[in-house]
Protein backbone atom coordinates (compact mmCIF):
# COMPACT_ATOMS: atom_id res chain seq x y z
CA UNK A 1 0.00 0.00 0.00
CA UNK A 2 2.78 2.39 0.75
CA UNK A 3 4.42 1.91 -2.73
CA UNK A 4 1.02 2.62 -4.32
CA UNK A 5 1.09 5.87 -2.36
CA UNK A 6 4.46 6.77 -3.65
CA UNK A 7 3.82 5.81 -7.40
CA UNK A 8 0.26 8.10 -6.81
CA UNK A 9 2.13 10.63 -5.22
CA UNK A 10 4.70 11.16 -8.27
CA UNK A 11 1.57 10.87 -11.05
CA UNK A 12 0.54 13.90 -8.87
CA UNK A 13 2.99 15.98 -8.91
CA UNK A 14 3.87 15.63 -12.53
CA UNK A 15 -0.25 16.25 -13.29
CA UNK A 16 0.45 19.27 -11.20
CA UNK A 17 3.91 20.42 -12.99
CA UNK A 18 2.36 19.84 -16.63
CA UNK A 19 -0.37 21.94 -15.92
CA UNK A 20 0.32 24.79 -14.13
CA UNK A 21 3.95 25.09 -16.09
CA UNK A 22 6.44 25.38 -13.58
CA UNK A 23 9.01 22.69 -12.55
CA UNK A 24 8.65 22.18 -8.82
CA UNK A 25 10.30 19.05 -7.61
CA UNK A 26 8.31 16.39 -5.09
CA UNK A 27 10.27 17.59 -2.26
CA UNK A 28 9.24 20.85 -2.82
CA UNK A 29 5.33 19.73 -2.83
CA UNK A 30 3.81 18.62 0.98
CA UNK A 31 0.68 16.31 0.29
CA UNK A 32 -1.92 15.68 2.49
CA UNK A 33 -4.77 13.35 2.13
CA UNK A 34 -6.77 14.04 5.37
CA UNK A 35 -7.29 17.16 7.79
CA UNK A 36 -8.70 17.59 10.57
CA UNK A 37 -10.91 20.42 12.58
CA UNK A 38 -11.16 21.14 16.14
CA UNK A 39 -12.74 24.03 18.23
CA UNK A 40 -10.17 26.88 19.29
CA UNK A 41 -10.35 29.02 21.93
CA UNK A 42 -10.75 31.91 18.94
CA UNK A 43 -11.38 30.37 15.77
CA UNK A 44 -10.36 26.82 14.18
CA UNK A 45 -7.70 24.14 15.26
CA UNK A 46 -6.38 22.68 11.74
CA UNK A 47 -4.35 19.82 11.24
CA UNK A 48 -3.18 18.30 8.02
CA UNK A 49 -1.60 14.59 8.19
CA UNK A 50 1.20 15.52 5.36
CA UNK A 51 3.10 12.23 3.16
CA UNK A 52 6.41 11.64 3.78
CA UNK A 53 7.74 10.65 0.48
CA UNK A 54 11.25 10.18 1.79
CA UNK A 55 9.91 7.77 4.74
CA UNK A 56 8.14 5.74 1.86
CA UNK A 57 10.93 5.47 -0.65
CA UNK A 58 13.07 4.25 2.14
CA UNK A 59 16.03 6.01 0.48
CA UNK A 60 17.10 7.65 4.19
CA UNK A 61 19.03 5.48 6.12
CA UNK A 62 17.08 6.72 8.82
CA UNK A 63 13.51 4.96 9.42
CA UNK A 64 11.42 8.05 9.36
CA UNK A 65 7.48 8.07 9.91
CA UNK A 66 5.17 7.83 6.95
CA UNK A 67 3.62 10.91 7.85
CA UNK A 68 3.52 13.71 9.93
CA UNK A 69 0.66 15.96 11.06
CA UNK A 70 0.99 20.04 11.46
CA UNK A 71 -1.66 21.67 13.37
CA UNK A 72 -2.14 25.52 13.82
CA UNK A 73 -4.85 27.77 14.72
CA UNK A 74 -7.06 30.76 13.51
CA UNK A 75 -10.16 33.22 13.47
CA UNK A 76 -10.48 30.71 10.02
CA UNK A 77 -10.25 27.97 8.45
CA UNK A 78 -7.99 29.69 5.57
CA UNK A 79 -6.08 31.74 8.22
CA UNK A 80 -4.96 28.77 10.36
CA UNK A 81 -3.91 26.94 7.36
CA UNK A 82 -1.42 30.07 6.61
CA UNK A 83 0.10 29.60 10.13
CA UNK A 84 0.73 25.99 9.07
CA UNK A 85 2.17 26.64 6.20
CA UNK A 86 4.80 29.26 7.66
CA UNK A 87 6.19 25.43 9.89
CA UNK A 88 6.40 23.50 6.71
CA UNK A 89 9.26 23.53 4.30
CA UNK A 90 7.03 22.42 1.19
CA UNK A 91 4.21 24.08 -0.88
CA UNK A 92 0.71 22.67 0.54
CA UNK A 93 -1.23 20.57 -2.19
CA UNK A 94 -4.71 20.07 -1.00
CA UNK A 95 -6.26 18.98 -4.49
CA UNK A 96 -6.09 14.99 -3.55
CA UNK A 97 -7.63 15.71 0.53
CA UNK A 98 -9.94 13.04 1.00
CA UNK A 99 -11.41 12.81 4.68
CA UNK A 100 -12.17 16.00 6.30
CA UNK A 101 -12.48 14.67 10.16
CA UNK A 102 -14.64 17.25 12.34
CA UNK A 103 -13.67 17.34 16.43
CA UNK A 104 -16.40 16.11 18.54
CA UNK A 105 -16.30 19.30 20.55
CA UNK A 106 -16.35 21.81 17.13
CA UNK A 107 -19.60 19.72 16.28
CA UNK A 108 -21.18 19.98 19.86
CA UNK A 109 -20.33 23.90 20.49
CA UNK A 110 -19.94 25.39 16.29
CA UNK A 111 -22.67 25.09 13.60
CA UNK A 112 -22.03 22.72 10.86
CA UNK A 113 -22.43 24.77 8.21
CA UNK A 114 -19.66 26.99 8.70
CA UNK A 115 -17.22 24.08 8.03
CA UNK A 116 -19.81 22.70 5.03
CA UNK A 117 -19.45 26.54 3.40
CA UNK A 118 -16.05 26.61 3.64
CA UNK A 119 -15.61 23.04 1.76
CA UNK A 120 -17.59 24.16 -1.04
CA UNK A 121 -16.48 27.24 -1.61
CA UNK A 122 -12.37 26.23 -1.55
CA UNK A 123 -10.85 25.69 -4.96
CA UNK A 124 -7.87 23.83 -3.43
CA UNK A 125 -10.01 20.80 -1.84
CA UNK A 126 -12.58 18.18 -3.85
CA UNK A 127 -16.25 19.39 -3.07
CA UNK A 128 -16.55 15.57 -2.65
CA UNK A 129 -14.49 14.69 -0.01
CA UNK A 130 -16.10 12.84 2.71
CA UNK A 131 -16.63 14.46 5.64
CA UNK A 132 -16.75 12.59 9.51
CA UNK A 133 -16.57 13.27 13.16
CA UNK A 134 -15.47 11.91 16.33
CA UNK A 135 -16.33 10.48 20.18
CA UNK A 136 -14.34 10.77 23.09
CA UNK A 137 -11.06 12.59 21.00
CA UNK A 138 -10.29 15.24 18.95
CA UNK A 139 -9.36 14.98 15.54
CA UNK A 140 -5.65 16.06 15.64
CA UNK A 141 -5.86 12.97 17.97
CA UNK A 142 -7.40 10.73 15.22
CA UNK A 143 -4.78 11.70 12.62
CA UNK A 144 -1.51 11.27 14.79
CA UNK A 145 -3.16 7.17 14.87
CA UNK A 146 -0.47 5.06 13.07
CA UNK A 147 -3.20 2.93 11.43
CA UNK A 148 -1.52 -0.77 11.47
CA UNK A 149 -3.28 -1.80 8.12
CA UNK A 150 -3.83 1.09 5.70
CA UNK A 151 -0.51 2.95 7.28
CA UNK A 152 -2.12 6.01 7.05
CA UNK A 153 -5.32 6.97 9.49
CA UNK A 154 -6.53 9.44 6.63
CA UNK A 155 -6.92 6.36 4.34
CA UNK A 156 -7.63 3.53 6.98
CA UNK A 157 -11.32 6.20 8.19
CA UNK A 158 -11.64 6.44 4.03
CA UNK A 159 -11.47 2.68 3.69
CA UNK A 160 -14.12 1.45 6.52
CA UNK A 161 -16.50 3.69 5.23
CA UNK A 162 -16.58 2.80 1.50
CA UNK A 163 -16.66 -0.74 2.75
CA UNK A 164 -19.74 -1.09 4.58
CA UNK A 165 -21.99 -1.06 1.75
CA UNK A 166 -24.58 1.21 2.61
CA UNK A 167 -25.01 5.25 1.98
CA UNK A 168 -22.72 6.26 5.03
CA UNK A 169 -20.42 8.75 4.15
CA UNK A 170 -21.42 12.38 3.63
CA UNK A 171 -19.74 15.20 1.43
CA UNK A 172 -20.19 19.00 2.27
CA UNK A 173 -22.71 19.11 -0.14
CA UNK A 174 -24.86 16.14 1.38
CA UNK A 175 -24.60 18.39 4.47
CA UNK A 176 -26.11 21.46 2.93
CA UNK A 177 -28.90 19.46 1.76
CA UNK A 178 -30.04 17.88 5.01
CA UNK A 179 -29.48 21.40 6.63
CA UNK A 180 -32.10 23.11 4.31
CA UNK A 181 -34.61 20.35 4.20
CA UNK A 182 -37.39 20.64 7.01
CA UNK A 183 -38.14 16.98 8.13
CA UNK A 184 -34.76 15.85 8.41
CA UNK A 185 -31.64 16.25 10.44
CA UNK A 186 -28.10 15.94 9.56
CA UNK A 187 -26.40 12.53 10.20
CA UNK A 188 -22.83 12.15 9.99
CA UNK A 189 -20.70 8.80 10.68
CA UNK A 190 -18.25 9.14 13.64
CA UNK A 191 -15.31 7.46 14.43
CA UNK A 192 -13.65 6.47 17.48
CA UNK A 193 -9.83 5.10 18.90
CA UNK A 194 -9.84 1.41 19.62
CA UNK A 195 -7.38 1.03 22.16
CA UNK A 196 -5.05 3.37 24.06
CA UNK A 197 -4.48 6.67 22.55
CA UNK A 198 -0.99 7.39 23.81
CA UNK A 199 0.03 3.87 21.90
CA UNK A 200 -1.35 4.74 18.64
CA UNK A 201 0.40 7.57 18.81
CA UNK A 202 3.45 5.74 18.57
CA UNK A 203 5.38 4.24 15.06
CA UNK A 204 5.78 0.97 17.14
CA UNK A 205 1.79 0.22 16.83
CA UNK A 206 2.49 -0.60 13.18
CA UNK A 207 4.65 -3.66 15.20
CA UNK A 208 2.52 -4.74 17.95
CA UNK A 209 0.02 -7.99 18.02
CA UNK A 210 -2.44 -6.20 19.57
CA UNK A 211 -2.22 -2.61 17.98
CA UNK A 212 -4.40 0.94 18.39
CA UNK A 213 -6.51 1.31 15.78
CA UNK A 214 -9.63 3.54 14.10
CA UNK A 215 -13.08 2.07 14.31
CA UNK A 216 -16.69 3.29 12.88
CA UNK A 217 -18.55 3.77 16.28
CA UNK A 218 -21.98 4.15 14.00
CA UNK A 219 -24.20 8.03 13.41
CA UNK A 220 -23.93 11.43 15.32
CA UNK A 221 -26.88 13.23 15.20
CA UNK A 222 -27.62 16.64 15.10
CA UNK A 223 -30.44 19.11 15.87
CA UNK A 224 -30.05 21.56 13.99
CA UNK A 225 -26.30 22.24 13.08
CA UNK A 226 -24.92 21.14 16.56
CA UNK A 227 -23.97 17.49 17.08
CA UNK A 228 -26.16 16.05 20.43
CA UNK A 229 -25.73 12.72 20.70
CA UNK A 230 -24.62 8.68 19.08
CA UNK A 231 -26.13 5.76 18.04
CA UNK A 232 -23.89 3.20 17.75
CA UNK A 233 -23.30 0.89 14.32
CA UNK A 234 -25.74 -1.72 14.76
CA UNK A 235 -28.52 0.93 15.39
CA UNK A 236 -27.38 3.05 12.33
CA UNK A 237 -28.24 -0.26 10.70
CA UNK A 238 -31.96 -0.18 10.85
CA UNK A 239 -32.16 3.55 10.54
CA UNK A 240 -30.57 3.05 6.96
CA UNK A 241 -32.76 0.05 6.83
CA UNK A 242 -35.75 2.17 6.36
CA UNK A 243 -33.91 5.07 4.41
CA UNK A 244 -32.69 3.80 1.25
CA UNK A 245 -31.00 0.21 -0.37
CA UNK A 246 -28.71 -0.97 1.71
CA UNK A 247 -26.84 -4.20 1.31
CA UNK A 248 -24.21 -6.81 2.55
CA UNK A 249 -25.18 -7.16 6.21
CA UNK A 250 -26.08 -9.40 9.26
CA UNK A 251 -29.32 -9.87 11.26
CA UNK A 252 -29.38 -11.86 14.33
CA UNK A 253 -32.67 -12.59 15.43
CA UNK A 254 -34.03 -15.42 18.04
CA UNK A 255 -35.19 -19.21 17.35
CA UNK A 256 -39.13 -19.61 17.01
CA UNK A 257 -40.16 -20.21 20.83
CA UNK A 258 -36.23 -20.60 22.13
CA UNK A 259 -35.46 -17.03 22.87
CA UNK A 260 -31.91 -18.60 23.95
CA UNK A 261 -30.39 -19.49 21.19
CA UNK A 262 -29.82 -17.74 18.00
CA UNK A 263 -29.70 -17.90 13.76
CA UNK A 264 -28.09 -15.68 11.70
CA UNK A 265 -29.78 -13.78 8.83
CA UNK A 266 -27.33 -12.48 5.86
CA UNK A 267 -28.98 -9.58 3.75
CA UNK A 268 -27.64 -9.22 0.36
CA UNK A 269 -30.11 -6.51 -0.80
CA UNK A 270 -32.70 -4.33 1.01
CA UNK A 271 -35.72 -1.97 -0.86
CA UNK A 272 -37.46 -0.15 1.66
CA UNK A 273 -40.60 1.38 0.51
CA UNK A 274 -43.52 4.20 2.57
CA UNK A 275 -46.79 2.40 1.96
CA UNK A 276 -48.84 5.07 3.89
CA UNK A 277 -49.11 7.29 6.78
CA UNK A 278 -51.88 6.60 9.39
CA UNK A 279 -53.01 10.12 10.76
CA UNK A 280 -55.46 10.70 13.82
CA UNK A 281 -55.05 14.29 15.71
CA UNK A 282 -51.26 13.60 17.10
CA UNK A 283 -50.82 9.96 16.68
CA UNK A 284 -49.35 9.48 13.43
CA UNK A 285 -48.08 5.98 12.19
CA UNK A 286 -45.65 5.25 9.31
CA UNK A 287 -46.12 2.20 7.19
CA UNK A 288 -43.20 0.53 5.32
CA UNK A 289 -43.00 -2.36 3.12
CA UNK A 290 -39.51 -3.60 3.50
CA UNK A 291 -37.96 -6.57 0.92
CA UNK A 292 -34.74 -8.48 2.32
CA UNK A 293 -33.43 -11.03 -0.05
CA UNK A 294 -30.52 -13.30 1.70
CA UNK A 295 -29.33 -16.62 3.44
CA UNK A 296 -29.28 -18.19 6.76
CA UNK A 297 -25.55 -18.17 7.51
CA UNK A 298 -25.59 -19.64 10.75
CA UNK A 299 -28.41 -21.77 12.66
CA UNK A 300 -28.72 -22.81 15.92
CA UNK A 301 -32.50 -23.68 16.35
CA UNK A 302 -34.13 -26.96 16.28
CA UNK A 303 -36.29 -26.64 13.54
CA UNK A 304 -36.19 -28.37 10.18
CA UNK A 305 -35.05 -25.71 7.31
CA UNK A 306 -36.49 -27.90 5.13
CA UNK A 307 -39.96 -27.37 6.03
CA UNK A 308 -41.85 -24.38 4.88
CA UNK A 309 -43.34 -23.55 8.32
CA UNK A 310 -40.08 -22.99 9.86
CA UNK A 311 -38.98 -20.36 7.17
CA UNK A 312 -42.70 -18.99 8.04
CA UNK A 313 -41.40 -18.62 11.70
CA UNK A 314 -37.78 -17.45 10.83
CA UNK A 315 -39.38 -14.67 8.74
CA UNK A 316 -41.67 -13.84 11.72
CA UNK A 317 -38.81 -13.78 14.21
CA UNK A 318 -36.57 -11.40 11.71
CA UNK A 319 -39.51 -8.78 11.35
CA UNK A 320 -39.76 -8.62 15.37
CA UNK A 321 -36.03 -8.34 15.69
CA UNK A 322 -36.16 -5.29 12.98
CA UNK A 323 -39.44 -3.59 14.57
CA UNK A 324 -37.57 -3.80 18.01
CA UNK A 325 -34.72 -2.24 16.88
CA UNK A 326 -36.69 0.41 14.70
CA UNK A 327 -38.52 1.35 18.29
CA UNK A 328 -34.98 1.42 20.08
CA UNK A 329 -33.84 4.18 17.50
CA UNK A 330 -36.72 6.03 17.67
CA UNK A 331 -37.02 6.32 22.09
CA UNK A 332 -33.30 7.89 21.64
CA UNK A 333 -35.04 10.48 18.56
CA UNK A 334 -37.82 11.29 20.66
CA UNK A 335 -35.85 12.04 23.45
CA UNK A 336 -33.55 14.28 21.39
CA UNK A 337 -36.68 15.59 19.57
CA UNK A 338 -34.78 14.76 15.79
CA UNK A 339 -35.36 13.32 12.62
CA UNK A 340 -33.14 11.32 11.15
CA UNK A 341 -35.12 9.08 9.14
CA UNK A 342 -36.18 12.24 7.40
CA UNK A 343 -39.92 10.56 8.23
CA UNK A 344 -40.99 14.53 7.99
CA UNK A 345 -39.62 14.70 4.31
CA UNK A 346 -41.66 11.07 3.43
CA UNK A 347 -44.59 12.51 5.03
CA UNK A 348 -44.42 15.91 2.62
CA UNK A 349 -44.35 13.62 -0.37
CA UNK A 350 -46.86 11.19 0.71
CA UNK A 351 -48.90 13.87 1.66
CA UNK A 352 -47.98 17.49 1.38
CA UNK A 353 -51.64 18.73 2.90
CA UNK A 354 -51.47 16.63 5.97
CA UNK A 355 -47.56 18.01 6.17
CA UNK A 356 -48.57 21.71 6.04
CA UNK A 357 -51.17 21.04 9.35
CA UNK A 358 -47.94 19.68 11.26
CA UNK A 359 -44.56 20.87 9.88
CA UNK A 360 -45.00 23.56 12.52
CA UNK A 361 -44.35 21.15 15.65
CA UNK A 362 -41.98 18.52 14.00
CA UNK A 363 -40.49 16.74 14.96
CA UNK A 364 -41.84 17.31 19.02
CA UNK A 365 -44.62 15.23 17.71
CA UNK A 366 -42.34 12.18 17.32
CA UNK A 367 -43.45 11.67 21.30
CA UNK A 368 -46.87 10.28 19.04
CA UNK A 369 -45.06 8.69 16.23
CA UNK A 370 -44.63 4.91 15.52
CA UNK A 371 -43.39 2.88 12.07
CA UNK A 372 -44.52 -0.33 11.51
CA UNK A 373 -42.94 -2.50 8.74
CA UNK A 374 -44.63 -5.48 6.40
CA UNK A 375 -41.19 -7.40 5.47
CA UNK A 376 -41.19 -9.47 2.38
CA UNK A 377 -38.18 -11.66 2.73
CA UNK A 378 -37.10 -14.01 0.61
CA UNK A 379 -34.78 -16.82 1.23
CA UNK A 380 -33.75 -18.41 -1.88
CA UNK A 381 -31.05 -20.29 -0.86
CA UNK A 382 -30.95 -22.08 2.87
CA UNK A 383 -27.45 -23.88 1.99
CA UNK A 384 -26.73 -27.53 3.73
CA UNK A 385 -28.62 -26.82 6.85
CA UNK A 386 -31.34 -29.55 7.93
CA UNK A 387 -32.03 -29.98 11.49
CA UNK A 388 -30.33 -27.28 14.53
CA UNK A 389 -28.89 -28.36 17.32
CA UNK A 390 -30.90 -30.89 19.91
Known amino acids: MRYLYVI ?31 EAEKGYEVSLQLINPSALSGE ?49 NRPIHEIANYLLQATDIPANVLVVTTRDATAYEMLKVFAPVEGFSGLEITSILQKLGRKIPQTASDIKIDLMQQGKDLTLPYIYIMGKRKQ ?19 TALFKGEKLKGFI ?35 VSGSRPKLRDVKINGDNIRFLFDLKLDGTVSQYNCRHDLGDPETIELLKKELVKDIEHHVEEGMVVFRNYEIDPFGLGVMLEKHS ?22 DADIRIPNIGDFKVGSE
Open 352 to 373: QQEWDTIKARWPALLKTTSISI
Open 60 to 108: KPIKNSPYVVYKASGKTIDAALEHLSVYMSRHLHLKQMQIIVIGEKMAR
Open 8 to 38: FIILSAASLSFSQGDKNELNQIGFSFAMGVD
Open 200 to 218: GEKQANFETLKPTHLAYGG
Open 232 to 266: DSRESLYLYMLEKKTSNFLLAASCPKDEKNYFTFK
